[in-house]
């Protein structure tokens, strides 16, 4: 897979691309992360690439022409129909769902804005989806993007280490995690659950199963609505 970044702050990626899963994707041409800068495209002597908003507004909007620049220099650099993404506190929140559909692609062109947004062209002309990951507002698409490149990138085949793959159970099975427990047995007067312990592998598993239930219902009773309904629909057949 290509992955690039159209950014105006590139060495903020430095850190999460230089290690462990990534990192180790990186070296074994499971992905090629391109970052470009945005700025390198201004054309006018104070590289800008901000401007007020037309119709008045507090704060600045990122201008089409150095995204436009920079997206069709990147897009010529390979052959992959690449699929858009800005990222946006306005877009569609992320899903698991999302990811394992984005890391099926070839090829994602990234967008991450900083200012108070995008010239709306940008989203249009780009054909670019909008994706938020959460309801909260960052002070730029960086993180954002960082974040679905690491969502997807341990989706990509190889890219987990045998002792990662277990990682992800959370929502695979339409429910969170249950909770585990290593060694040692006895930590600060806390013990280890003593069905783990029992060796019955039929009964730990069903305890593992009670416990996802038990904790989605209490902690995200919205994805516990929806195994909900997944189960009952079911039972129906
Ligand atoms: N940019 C600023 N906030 C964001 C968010 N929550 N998701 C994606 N991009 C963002």
Redesign the pocket.
């Known amino acids: 897979m290509r992955i690039d970044v159209l950014t105006l702050f590139p060495e903020m990626f430095d850190s999460p691309l230089s290690h462990s899963i990534l990192k180790r994707a990186q070296e074994r041409n499971i992905v090629e992360v391109v970052l470009s800068n945005i700025r390198d495209f201004a054309t006018d002597s104070y590289r800008k690439v901000d401007d007020k908003p037309y119709g008045g507004g507090a704060g600045m909007v990122m201008t089409p022409a150095p995204v436009f620049d920079c997206f069709e220099y990147v897009q010529a650099q390979a052959d992959q129909v690449p699929r858009v993404i800005l ?3 306005q ?1 569609t929140p992320l899903s698991q769902d999302k990811v394992v559909e984005l890391s099926q692609q070839p090829r994602l062109i990234m967008i991450a804005g900083r200012y108070e947004g995008f010239d709306e062209r940008i989203r249009t002309g780009l054909n670019a989806e909008a ?4 309801d ?3 002070s ?2 960086e993180l ?1 993007a960082m974040v679905l490149i690491d969502a997807v990138v341990r989706r990509l085949p190889d890219a987990l280490g045998d002792d990662d793959s277990a990682l992800d159970d959370s929502f695979c099975n339409g429910l969170l995690e249950y909770p585990q427990y290593t060694r040692p047995e006895v930590f600060r007067d806390m013990k280890v659950p003593e069905i783990l312990l029992s060796g019955d592998h039929g009964k730990i598993e069903k305890w593992r199963k009670e416990q996802s239930i038990e904790r989605t219902k209490q902690w995200r009773p919205d994805i516990y609505e929806k195994y909900q309904q997944a189960e009952s629909r079911k039972n129906e057949k």
């Open positions: 990222l946006t506190p877009g994706i938020s990951i959460g909260f507002v960052l730029g698409g954002a």
